[in-house]
């Protein structure tokens, strides 16, 4: 296998831009009527939890610039303007088709509300600033360096060189050089690696670019280092081996989970201060006899039981991250 960077770009820029393919938490808790509201305690839509956790926290207030990137079916966006009516939001994002929607879901705020069809990575430090930047559920889209063999990546910051009986291309020996810098630039220890390699270094890129426009940061996403509530621990399966960025394969196009500890110390060592943990302790997932029973037994009596199953079974691997100066 070779190394490569994998990148959504083509299947974003494409019509068939969809969140029909995958499951965002926050279209499945978009309302207090959605089928998945039966996982939760309360029956809170995802903006209100969000909104509450961002206000709480004074990373949002009326007046605010807000940039949204990646904003999908604008759901998120749609809340927060309702409920801080003297905010505005910049939607930026890479799908034509996102961006439509966008537009029609955020037209009845008027220009409070622009959406920009554009890359994140071009954007950012062109415009700006922002007095909050979020990214709800994208950074495992963002260029990833993957399928790096770990004994090569070892060997290469050893200095003995790529040692490959297939002799190494170009791109591999660039691809090479990015991972090391990566992983020295964070103080990771790549001996406790698995056998293959992917690296967020999009996600860190935006990280740097994002707090080089603004002061407050949130961002939410698919992690490959989550833990579970305690309350949790004994009624869910855990099939890690280990808790580096994982490849998920989707329609058309892969992502790569996000390593929130790699991301943290990046944060730590630009001397950001930073407040995260799991969506299902924000969520507050219901821990009663029925959804024990969902999650031991695995067998699906009722369509019910099916979504709560699958919702709790995806939701568990979600962090959020606030960052800030
Ligand atoms: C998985 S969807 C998440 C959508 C929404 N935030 C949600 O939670 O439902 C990823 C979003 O990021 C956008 N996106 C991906 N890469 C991007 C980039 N480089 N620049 C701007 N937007 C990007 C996609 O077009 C899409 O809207």
Redesign the pocket.
């Known amino acids: 296998m070779t190394i490569s960077e994998n990148d959504?770009?083509a299947y974003?820029l494409g019509d068939r831009?969809s969140?029909g393919w995958?499951q965002?938490?926050?279209?499945s808790l978009r309302d207090t009527a959605s089928p998945y509201m039966e996982a939760l305690k309360e029956r809170r839509a995802y903006g209100e939890v969000i909104g509450d956790l961002l206000e709480g926290r004074g990373m949002i207030r009326d007046g605010f610039r807000i940039l949204e990137?990646?904003?999908?079916?604008g759901?998120?966006a749609h809340y927060l303007l309702g409920r801080f009516g003297r905010i505005t939001a910049t939607m930026?994002?890479?799908?034509p088709v996102?961006c439509g929607r966008q537009r029609l879901t955020l037209a009845a705020f008027g220009d409070r509300a622009t959406v920009i069809e554009?890359?994140?990575?071009d954007y950012l430090g062109r415009h700006g600033p922002f007095d909050l930047i979020i990214s709800?559920?994208?950074m495992a889209?963002?260029p990833s360096l993957v399928d790096i063999p770990k004994r090569r990546l070892i060997e290469y910051m050893e200095g003995k060189g790529p040692i490959d009986p297939n002799g190494s291309d170009d791109s591999d020996l660039r691809y090479l050089e990015q991972a090391r810098d990566f992983i020295r630039s964070l103080d990771i220890d790549p001996q406790d690696a698995p056998d293959t390699v992917h690296l967020n270094t999009g996600a860190a890129r935006f990280i740097e670019l994002a707090m080089g426009t603004t002061d407050r940061l949130f961002v939410v996403e698919h992690s490959s280092d989550w833990s579970l509530p305690r309350s949790m621990a004994d009624f869910l399966r855990d099939p890690r081996t280990d808790r580096w960025p994982k490849k998920i394969i989707l329609f058309s196009h892969h992502e790569v989970t996000i390593c929130f500890e790699h991301l943290k110390r990046l944060v730590d060592k630009g001397g950001l201060l930073r407040e995260g943990g799991g969506l299902m302790d924000l969520f507050q997932i219901r821990d009663d006899t029925e959804i024990r029973y969902i999650l031991l037994s695995g067998s699906i009596q009722t369509e019910k039981h099916e979504i709560i199953g699958e919702f709790i079974d995806h939701i568990k691997e979600y962090q959020w991250l606030l960052i800030h100066r």
């Open positions: 959504t770009r974003h831009a969140l995958e965002t938490i926050s279209e990137v990646g904003g999908g079916y759901n998120l930026v994002d890479i799908s996102f554009a890359d994140i990575f709800n559920e994208n889209d963002f």
